[in-house]
């Protein structure tokens, strides 16, 4: 409850800068549509810790009620998908606007969903700021340019920000998100108002593909394939994190960041057997590593980046 009080009041914090809201309520409508008969097409279901299950619901429930259009400012969605105005992300913007030129034009955040906009740097938000970093600190890593990527996998897309950012970075990208149904629905929502090219359940080249089936995913042939687990897998139960490793030795890079505990999971020793696994399966090199300033008042709770490479590339 505390915590819900603190994050309503740091939004007020950007209430100078208000988002566009010139959408157009035709192409809105249709997408809406589309939502309706996607909903009611499968009823697959993922296996969800009590976490999830309790917020599936919640975005079922805003899907059904037509209520997207300021779906970032819904409290619970922002407890999940969207960090703020937290103190912590102003050291993440210094680090990426004095590193390269070509990371601060990833920052400027679009205006579907009413993001609450970040109140040091109103060109981005919070949430896009931090998922600029990550990426940052992986190309620091693997030493190529993100625009070589060729095929990326993310497993648990969130609202689809990770999957918008790469777009810029390499529009010919074929990305895939793979996640609940009713996340889907939103990613679907989100991406397509901003006119990105999205599929339903199958794969596509150079498109944006979001499956929430297992036996849906094909990872095709292409070269330079990166898996993204943005703390999505350290909040999996142990048999589905199981199926999705199966399918890791199609990939070149990986990258991880998760919490040291979710639910009475010890993410931390997981993550390093890991790493040390596909190290010696896989002929890969790895890097686990503090991400910084998160949580430096919490002494309990710990977040990481594990990143991982093929030796030879």
């Known amino acids: 409850m505390i915590r819900e009080c603190l994050r309503r009041f740091s939004a007020f914090l950007s ?51 037509k209520k ?5 400012r819904e409290n619970f969605i922002q407890k999940v998908f969207f960090v703020h105005n937290r103190l912590y992300i102003f050291f993440l913007l210094i680090k990426i606007l004095f590193y390269k030129k070509k990371f ?32 940052m600190e992986f190309e620091k890593f693997i030493q190529i340019p993100l625009k070589n990527i ?32 009713e996340v889907n629905l939103i990613q ?3 991406l397509n108002m901003l006119n990105l090219k999205t599929n339903w359940n199958q794969i596509k080249k150079k498109q944006i593909n979001l499956i929430n089936r297992i036996d849906k995913i094909n990872f095709g042939t292409l070269k330079n394939k990166l898996f993204i687990a943005n703390w999505s897998l350290s909040e999996t139960p142990i048999d589905i994190r199981d199926k999705i490793i199966k399918k ?48 430096f008042l919490n002494l309990k709770k710990t977040h990481w980046y594990l990143f991982i490479k093929k030796k030879y590339m």
């Open 150 to 181: 060729n095929e990326v996998f993310e497993f648990g897309g969130g609202y689809g920000n990770m999957a918008r950012i790469f777009k810029k970075i390499n529009n010919k990208v074929s990305y895939t998100i793979f996640d609940t149904k």
């Open 104 to 135: 601060k034009y990833l920052l400027k955040e679009d205006h579907i969903g009413d993001p609450v906009r970040y109140f040091l740097y109103p060109k981005s938000s919070g949430n896009r700021i931090r998922e600029v970093f990550h990426l």
């Open 68 to 72: 997207l259009n300021n779906f970032l």
């Open 248 to 295: 890791f030795s199609k990939f070149n890079f990986f990258l991880f960041s998760f919490q040291n505990w979710f639910e009475n999971l010890d993410n931390y020793c997981y993550f390093s057997k890991l790493a040390k696994d596909l190290s010696n399966d896989n002929d890969m090199i790895y890097e686990i590593k503090k991400i910084q300033f998160m949580n």
């Open 15 to 65: 209430f100078i800068y208000k988002n566009k809201k010139n959408i157009s309520l035709k192409k809105e409508e249709n997408i809406l549509r589309k939502l309706s008969k996607f909903n009611s097409l499968n009823n697959y279901s993922i296996k969800k810790l009590p976490t999830h299950n309790i917020f599936s619901k919640k975005i079922l429930e805003l899907v059904l009620e």
């Open 188 to 190: 679907y929502y989100y």
